[in-house]
């Protein structure tokens, strides 16, 4: 047993400089996943883009070599300063890479706005890279030191003459650190450069990726203003009102960069950037603009008289659909934590409030039309949004009223309570849902049959979707609640099961539910809880063994496999219905033997295009997509 005094001073630990960053580098960079890696890259462009943005520099080159770990940025800045510190008494180019809170960011006048402000993002880069080399160009020399793991091998060398200025930094993550990681992803780091050059307009940035022989030119001199044109074409959303509302000035020594179009998506976007940083998490500045826009509006519709009858519209009506882009420079932001995912600084609150509401409500009353599209807009919202609550409260009464969960009466539920055990099955037709009943687990696996094909949520609005009886079904089984009322700790299967026929309608029933999910039950999917069972469409047998085959590819597969002199017995099931229960277990239903799909979300933008082509109201990109994949079609494959 430990002695009561056996704490001492003697077993203090303390970590100083890079130590403490190799030590812990969640603390600085996040994590060391892959997020971690991409952040080392993210501190060296931002670096380059404060000279961009102070009006130092007018190019930034990011360079992915061949090796897919080593990155370089360069930018035609000033270049870091190499003479020797006046207390440090070493070079100041050494101090600002191997020393934490040292940089030119500190208020002084180096700097008007910058995104590097801790003083900590160049040396964690050093300190977390197997080997880093710094090149400087100034005074007519180039200036060079080598780095490994955050020591230097000697002091600033001058290598010559040079023309121009700028800094030159070229560094490979350690793998001791980043073992777990995958390699530096060229598209992520492509899809941050091209929002670089948006929010620097003027700015070019180059990026040459070499592991996959191409070299990307990005320059915007629209900025923001053509940034939002892009986000809101590749989100497929349609604008409702025509001009877009822009701000770019200066709010009470801010320089603030907005830009506002209001769409028909069912909820707001707003992106936000603080010197060039992303503000994921957002934060005070945030705040403001969305006081200031639900203010603005309301104000149009007192002055107007346009308050709808029987309708009590919230901020949330008056913002729905909105879709921004709110850039901001400032000389002391506040942001929470290394990776600057938030911004604090109280005082922004008010000053974008009070000086954004004013001009939107001005452009307001200048475009009456326009304004009077968006309270439609808002009404619109406030209507669905009641539907859906009297919903929940009339769900929530009828079950407490009942004494039990209000549950559909096709459901077959399962007799265990805890979610983590429990999976949900959803089924297509009466048949297969008998079939699915019989076969089941009774302990652990429910089944809710469906009759046809549900509603295509991507061309409906919340009310309908409410109003269908098979998504209602649907909803009130899973318990979790819909859209703003979505709450993943009431889901009471954590494996939800689409088990549809091995056939084109059943791939389009998938398809209907999986929009549904994705678009009123997002979290669902993001957290893993959405599954495709993968149910054969054919039986092959040959003498004693079975084969099952999911698809066409894979019957021909396995019959491929097979001895020349085999022959085989084929059986193609017309649907799950048909399928004696045992087979429907042991096949599809059994843990120990089926194979499920799991539905997960990597690329949001992607996803929400592919949905908004295949289910949304325009036939055109339907019709593209057939065009170009009819080629690839297997004439036995399709049912017709």
Same mark, same amino acid.
């Given at each position: 047993m430990a002695r009561a005094n056996s704490y001492t001073a003697a077993d203090i630990t303390v970590l100083e400089g890079i130590d403490a960053v190799r030590k812990r580098p969640g603390m600085y960079i996040g994590g060391t996943g892959a997020d971690g890696l991409h952040h080392l890259v993210w501190e060296i462009v931002d670096n380059a883009c404060d000279e961009a943005q102070n009006g130092h520099a007018s190019t930034v080159i990011v360079t992915l070599h061949k090796d897919g770990e080593t990155v370089t940025v360069e930018d035609n800045g000033r270049g870091i300063p190499v003479d020797k510190h006046p207390t440090q008494k070493r070079s100041a180019l050494e101090v600002i890479l191997t020393t934490l809170h040292a940089g030119g960011k500190f208020g002084n006048e180096s700097y008007e706005t910058a995104g590097g402000l801790h003083g900590v993002g160049a040396s964690a880069v050093n300190a977390l890279s197997s080997k880093l080399e710094a090149r400087v160009r100034r005074d007519g020399k180039e200036w060079v030191q080598e780095y490994r793991r955050g020591r230097p091998k000697g002091p600033v060398q001058a290598e010559g003459p040079a023309r121009g200025t700028g800094t030159k930094i070229t560094f490979t993550p350690d793998r001791d650190i980043f073992e777990d990681a995958a390699q530096l992803d060229p598209e992520r780091i492509l899809a941050r450069l091209e929002v670089k050059a948006f929010l620097h307009a003027g700015v070019k940035i180059t990026f040459k990726d070499q592991a996959n022989d191409a070299t990307h030119t990005l320059e915007h001199e629209g900025g923001i203003k053509d940034y939002l044109g892009v986000l809101i074409s590749r989100n497929e959303a349609q604008r409702i009102v025509e001009p877009s509302f822009t701000v770019d000035r200066d709010i009470e020594g801010v320089k603030l960069d907005l830009a506002v179009a209001w769409t028909d998506a069912p909820r707001e976007k707003v992106l936000s950037y603080v010197n060039g940083i992303s503000t994921e998490d957002g934060g005070t500045h945030e705040q403001g603009f969305r006081d200031a826009l639900a203010k603005a509006v309301r104000s149009f519709i007192d002055t107007h008289g346009l308050q709808p009858r029987g309708v009590q519209l919230v901020a949330e009506d008056l913002r729905e659909g909105v879709f921004a882009i709110l850039s901001i420079r400032m000389r002391e932001p506040q942001f929470q934590g290394q990776t600057k995912g938030r911004l604090n600084n109280p005082e922004l609150k008010g000053a974008i409030d009070g000086g954004v509401r004013p001009l939107l409500e001005q452009w307001l009353h200048e475009n009456r039309s326009v304004g009077e599209q968006i309270v439609a807009r808002a009404t619109q919202a406030a209507r669905a949004r009641i539907a859906s609550r009297q919903a929940e409260v009339h769900v929530r009464r009828k079950s407490a009223t009942s004494g039990r969960l209000n549950l559909p009466g096709k459901l077959a539920d399962c007799s265990a309570t805890d979610p983590d055990e429990c999976e949900l099955f959803i089924v297509e037709?009466?048949?297969?849902?008998?079939?699915?009943?019989?076969?089941?687990?009774? !302990?652990?696996?429910?089944? #809710?049959?469906? $009759? %046809?094909? /549900?509603?295509?949520?991507?061309?409906?609005?919340?009310?309908? *979707?409410?109003?269908?009886?098979?998504?209602?079904?649907?909803?009130?089984?899973?318990?979790?609640?819909?859209?703003?009322?979505?709450?993943?700790?009431?889901?009471?299967?954590?494996?939800?099961?689409?088990?549809?026929?091995?056939?084109?309608?059943?791939?389009?029933?998938?398809?209907?539910?999986?929009?549904?999910?994705? !678009?009123?039950?997002?979290? #669902?999917?993001? $957290? %893993?809880? /959405?599954?495709?069972?993968?149910?054969?469409?054919?039986?092959? *047998?040959?003498?004693?063994?079975?084969?099952?085959?999911?698809?066409?590819?894979?019957?021909?597969?396995?019959?491929?496999?097979?001895?020349?002199?085999?022959?085989?017995?084929?059986?193609?099931?017309?649907?799950?219905?048909?399928?004696?229960?045992?087979?429907?277990?042991?096949?599809?239903?059994?843990?120990?033997?089926? !194979?499920?799909?799991?539905?997960?979300?990597?690329?949001?933008?992607?996803?929400?295009?592919?949905?908004?082509?295949?289910?949304g109201k325009d036939p055109a990109p339907r019709y593209r997509f057939i065009v170009d994949t009819a080629d690839k079609v297997e004439a036995e494959a399709l049912d017709v």
């Open positions: 037709g009466q048949s297969a849902g008998g079939s699915a009943k019989s076969a089941r687990d009774r !302990r652990t696996q429910a089944v #809710l049959p469906l $009759r %046809g094909k /549900v509603l295509n949520t991507e061309q409906a609005g919340l009310k309908k *979707v409410l109003e269908n009886e098979e998504l209602s079904n649907v909803v009130l089984a899973l318990g979790c609640g819909i859209g703003d009322d979505f709450r993943l700790d009431r889901l009471r299967y954590h494996r939800v099961i689409l088990m549809m026929d091995a056939d084109s309608d059943g791939h389009h029933i998938a398809t209907l539910l999986l929009t549904f999910f994705y !678009r009123y039950m997002t979290e #669902l999917v993001e $957290r %893993g809880h /959405v599954f495709l069972a993968l149910p054969p469409l054919y039986r092959i *047998v040959v003498g004693k063994q079975t084969w099952w085959a999911v698809d066409e590819a894979d019957r021909k597969h396995i019959l491929a496999e097979l001895p020349h002199r085999s022959k085989p017995e084929i059986t193609r099931f017309k649907g799950l219905g048909e399928m004696p229960a045992q087979t429907l277990f042991e096949t599809t239903m059994d843990p120990a033997n089926r !194979r499920l799909l799991q539905v997960t979300l990597e690329d949001p933008v992607i996803t929400h295009n592919t949905i908004v082509d295949l289910m």
